[in-house]
T-cell receptor, first 113, second 111 residues
Framework: DAGITQSPRYKITETGRQVTLMCHQT?????MFWYRQDLGHGLRLIYY???????DKGEVPDGYVVSRSKTENFPLTLESATRSQTSVYFC????????????FGQGTRLTVV | SQQGEEDPQALSIQEGENATMNCSYK?????LQWYRQNSGRGLVHLIL?????REKHSGRLRVTLDTSKKSSSLLITASRAADTASYFC???????????FGSGTQLTVLP
């Protein structure tokens, strides 16, 4: 089925641990995005990618690392998780950077204890 | 930074009534989108309106855009319990070239 899938859906980790959130899309969209959603802040852009091996920072990139070796995958890594990174993370994809519909995954709820 | 701000933050109506949500933004935009998010789910695109458009319809949805007032409204007519969700506006600001989301309106439609 075409779509965008994230894994895991839920994750609890300890402060200081490395965590990787996975995102896979089947549309062959050029652009992929990572957002975090926190109460009172809406969605904030962490990183985005225009194509394989092309990534760029968004509004809140500190503490996160991304890679995109294949068009369909865009993993997000928290190198040393902190409690402030407790959030719901959404991956999205679209044909263009802006001006077109973005398709979102179901989200990963991450809790850092 | 938050470009769009939705108003009200929460709205509760009876099934069959119309629901209106507003979005205000600060700088000039290329286009504005509305998304719906059901509890525990991802965002789903509803409608995109470009800066040179004033009104757009999609089924029971009607979106207006007033660039002079830097505001947009989303009207859901004849609401249903299934419309219960959070609604977000997202703006594409000319210089930033990224979608910036507001904090959303939580709509509850009572059966």
């Amino acid at each position: 089925d075409a779509g965008i899938t994230q894994s895991p859906r839920y994750k609890i980790t300890e402060t200081g641990r490395q965590v990787t959130l996975m995102c896979h899309q089947t549309w062959s969209h050029s652009y992929m995005f990572w957002y975090r959603q926190d109460l009172g802040h809406g969605l904030r852009l962490i990183y985005y990618s225009a194509a394989a091996d092309i990534t760029d920072k968004g509004e809140v990139p500190d503490g996160y690392v991304v890679s995109r070796s294949k068009t369909e995958n865009f993993p997000l890594t928290l190198e040393s998780a902190t409690r402030s990174q407790t959030s719901v993370y959404f991956c999205a994809s679209s044909e263009l950077r802006v001006g077109t519909e973005a398709f979102f995954g179901q989200g990963t709820r991450l809790t850092v204890v | 930074s938050q470009q769009g701000e939705e108003d009200p933050q929460a709205l509760s109506i009876q099934e069959g009534e119309n629901a209106t949500m507003n979005c205000s933004y600060k700088t000039s935009i290329n286009n504005l989108q509305w998304y719906r998010q059901n509890s525990g789910r991802g965002l789903v695109h509803l409608i995109l309106i470009r800066s040179n458009e004033r009104e757009k319809h999609s089924g029971r949805l009607r979106v207006t855009l007033d660039t002079s007032k830097k505001s947009s409204s989303l009207l859901i007519t004849a609401s249903r319990a299934a419309d219960t969700a959070s609604y977000f506006c997202a703006t594409d600001e000319g210089s930033a070239r990224q979608l910036t989301f507001g904090s959303g309106t939580q709509l509850t439609v009572l059966p």
